[in-house]
């Protein structure tokens, strides 16, 4: 074991400082991060988990919301001609204003709760009537057809099946004001909740799933020239970049396929690179890099100094100034490793809360990969700025 990691295991308490400085300037940028992504998340993880091996957008689309991602209608057709292509159906979705229906007995309770509350002087809430605007999104009710999610169980698409039946988030449920089996209204025409699922939260706007045979009664289903984006099934997964490529060839430049990888990560990078979204990681992660370097430099700077008679001893035994600098450089190394070990485990925990509470997050592992080694790179440059110190550490001294 190392002079420098032995110094870190039996005096940790001089250097915690310097860590939890640490830890919390990574969990300053990795929380955002976590978040902007997890949104992104939200919006895409019932394609994110369908059967689509590959994904057909538009010529220009850059990501599945960046960019005209529809095409015309004809593209089918020609999508399908390609021999290891099984299935193909076109995304559709729309959106509107939801409104809950209580029952009678549950107006009855909303009524005393708002007669009590305005006798107290306090609004009322509208008699527990919620109203939203909420996106919908469609699958075709068919076991194992490519717009069918995985996770989604046989007895999930048969209730889906029926007329106006529809499926919410169970983290849009209070939201809503509505539980599994409960009548409420979408756009002035009744719907039923029929499947409550889970893991497909949305804090931005609630959403609904339903068949397309649904938002075809409802009278909102696309049949124009224009479809939206094309999700592909094919033989064999493990051929999709090989599939993509030759469907981009057989397209010649009318639209773009990408396998459903590509497109992930293409939806991340698309909410990262929002100006605004920039902007507030950037000045997290200046912030981050500012309180770092100070606690961290003042931490190790107060801990050599409190161990300069050790330092003034080695150079008494012959020990050079320059091997003492690097056992002050190892010793930041290593102070680095433990904060970017707390750091994991306060994101962890934090995204145990946020997931408990609704909010998702998603931690792409570059991004975390770059933030580890911003950490180590804040503690090395402390350890830099304290290397002075050592000047400090005069074998005379140790006379006094």
């Known amino acids: 074991m190392s002079l420098a990691l032995a110094t870190l295991l039996y005096e940790w308490r001089r250097y915690m ?59 089918i057709p020609l999508v399908y001609t390609h021999p290891e292509v099984l299935q193909v159906a076109p995304l559709d979705g729309s959106g509107g204003r ?29 008699g527990g009537r919620k109203s939203e605007f909420v996106n919908v999104t469609v699958i075709d009710a068919i076991p194992g057809f490519v717009t069918v999610p995985t996770d989604y169980t046989d007895s999930m698409i048969e209730a889906l099946r029926r007329p106006y039946s529809v499926a919410v988030d169970q983290t849009a449920l209070k939201r809503l004001g509505v539980k599994k089996g409960d009548k409420a209204l979408y756009n002035g025409k009744t719907i039923t909740i029929g499947v409550v699922t889970t893991g497909y939260p949305n804090i931005i706007q609630p959403t609904l799933v339903m068949s397309r045979d649904t938002l075809r009664m409802l009278g909102e289903a696309d049949t124009g020239q224009r479809v939206g984006p094309l999700m592909v099934q094919i033989r064999d997964p493990a051929r999709a970049e090989i599939v993509a490529a030759q469907l981009n060839k057989k397209g010649d430049g009318k639209f773009r396929a ?22 507030i990681l950037g000045f997290s992660a200046f912030l981050g890099l500012l309180i770092g370097v100070v606690i961290t430099w003042q931490t190790l700077r107060g801990a050599i100094m409190a161990n300069i008679k050790e330092f003034a001893s080695l150079r008494a035994l012959g020990v050079s100034i320059g091997d003492l600098r690097n056992i002050v450089m190892e010793l930041s190394f290593w102070v680095g490793i433990v904060g970017v070990i707390a750091s994991a485990a306060l994101t962890w925990l934090v995204s145990l809360a946020a997931t408990a509470g609704g909010v998702p997050m998603s931690f792409p592992p570059m991004l975390v990969a770059v933030v580890a080694v911003f950490l180590i790179i804040i503690a090395m440059l402390s350890g830099f700025l304290s290397l002075g110190v050592l000047k400090n550490s005069q074998p005379a001294d140790l006379l006094r």
């Open 17 to 75: 400082a310097a860590v939890v400085a640490l830890a919390f300037s990574g969990l300053l940028v990795l929380a955002q991060v976590g978040i902007f992504v997890g949104i992104g998340k939200g919006f895409t993880a019932q394609i994110d988990r369908a059967r689509a091996d590959i994904m057909v957008l538009g010529p220009g689309a850059k990501a599945l919301f960046g960019g005209p991602s529809g095409l015309p209608r004809r593209m």
């Open 258 to 279: 990408w396998t459903r990888q590509e497109l992930a990560d293409a939806n991340s990078g698309a909410m990262l690179d929002d100006q605004i979204i920039g902007i």
């Open 98 to 126: 939801f409104q809950n229906i209580l029952s009678p007995e549950d107006q009855a309770k909303a009524d005393a709760r708002a007669k009590q509350a305005a006798k107290g002087g306090q609004k009322g809430g509208g």
